[in-house]
């Protein structure tokens, strides 16, 4: 069973830094990209930053560009978004997710695998 795993949310305050990793584990598949989606509460889920595997091209939402960074360490089959000059609308539930196939990287269904999410919770 595929297993993705988040860590490192927790509480900021605007201006602040986070870098959250997730760790993949489990049965193999083959990577097309690996995903950062966030949720804040009432909203819908949204794209925040993509890596595709083959390359290591990013791409970012434009809320984002600039201040956050999608990484990867293959030795440790772990992925990371760092986070720096984090505003109160950065506040959500922040979901890993993996894609097997290519497509449209800032959709939701081209995912095929899910963490269950770490909250990062920005004060102002």
């Known amino acids: 069973q595929v297993q993705l795993v988040e860590s490192g949310g927790g509480l900021v305050q605007a201006g602040g830094s986070l870098r959250l990793s997730c760790v993949v584990s489990?049965?193999?598949?083959?990577?097309?990209?690996m995903g950062w989606f966030r949720q804040a509460p009432g909203k819908e889920r949204e794209f925040v930053a993509t890596l595709i595997w083959s390359g290591g091209r990013t791409y970012y939402a434009n809320s984002v560009k600039g201040r956050f960074t999608i990484s990867r360490d293959n030795a440790k089959n772990t992925v990371y978004l760092q986070m720096d000059s984090l505003k109160s609308e950065d506040t959500g539930a922040y979901y890993c997710a993996a894609a097997t196939r290519s497509g449209a990287y800032h959709i939701q269904s081209l995912y095929d695998y899910w963490g269950r999410g770490t909250q990062v919770t920005v004060s102002s």
């Open positions: 489990g049965r193999t598949f083959s990577t097309y990209a």
